[in-house]
């Protein structure tokens, strides 16, 4: 905090969780989802051309689910990508986590609902400013890179070992915990 804001914290929270494990899911299908804005710095269009690449070396194909708006939105529509819908922004994305096979996302109450699901999360950064805060969340199962290669490479051997459930992902959730804020 300090280094961006020069401002000092004796404590850092990246918020709380509830359980919500009991919400209908409308997706029935195998999908990725992404959460958050359409806009340059959110690694969007990485997140599609990862996703684009992973279908090209899948025989089993998914779909990537976009929950969102923003400035770049009426253009990745228009592209028409095969296996992309575009949902917009929703309140509660709990439903949609839940059964997803992986999530791409960098806000950190996104990449927090996710953890609490047991997914794994993947999050691009583009600048020092996003590295910092989530190279941090690495120990809890969260993968940060800038690299596209490296992405689609971890989440092909997460296929291929069809192993989608994130263990490490319980400590965060126990840290960040109300019990634990209160």
Do not use: C
């Not at 253009?75 to 096979?101: C, H, M, P």
């Not at 806000?107 to 927090?112: A, M, T």
Request: net charge positive; hydrophobic share 35%.
């Amino acid at each position: 905090i300090r280094k961006w804001y020069y401002e000092r914290s004796t404590f850092i929270t990246y918020g709380f969780y509830r359980d919500a494990k009991k919400l209908s899911n409308p997706l029935l299908d195998n999908y990725f989802l992404y959460i958050g804005r359409l806009d340059n710095d959110t690694g969007i269009e990485t997140y599609i051309n990862v996703f684009k690449n992973l279908n090209n070396l899948n025989k089993k194909k998914f779909k990537l689910y976009i929950l969102g708006d923003g400035k770049l939105k009426a253009s990745l529509v228009k592209k028409n990508i095969n296996n992309v819908k575009f949902l917009g922004w929703r309140n509660n994305t709990d439903k949609y986590i839940r059964d997803a096979k992986i999530v791409f996302t960098d806000g950190y109450l996104s990449i927090l609902q996710s953890l609490y699901f047991e997914k794994y999360v993947f999050s691009h950064y583009s600048n020092d400013l996003k590295k910092d805060y989530l190279l941090p969340l690495e120990k809890y199962g969260l993968f940060v890179t800038d690299n596209e290669g490296l992405m689609i490479k971890r989440i092909a051997q997460l296929l291929k070992m069809n192993r989608l459930i994130n263990i490490k992902s319980k400590k965060i959730i126990n840290k960040f915990s109300l019990d634990n804020l209160a």
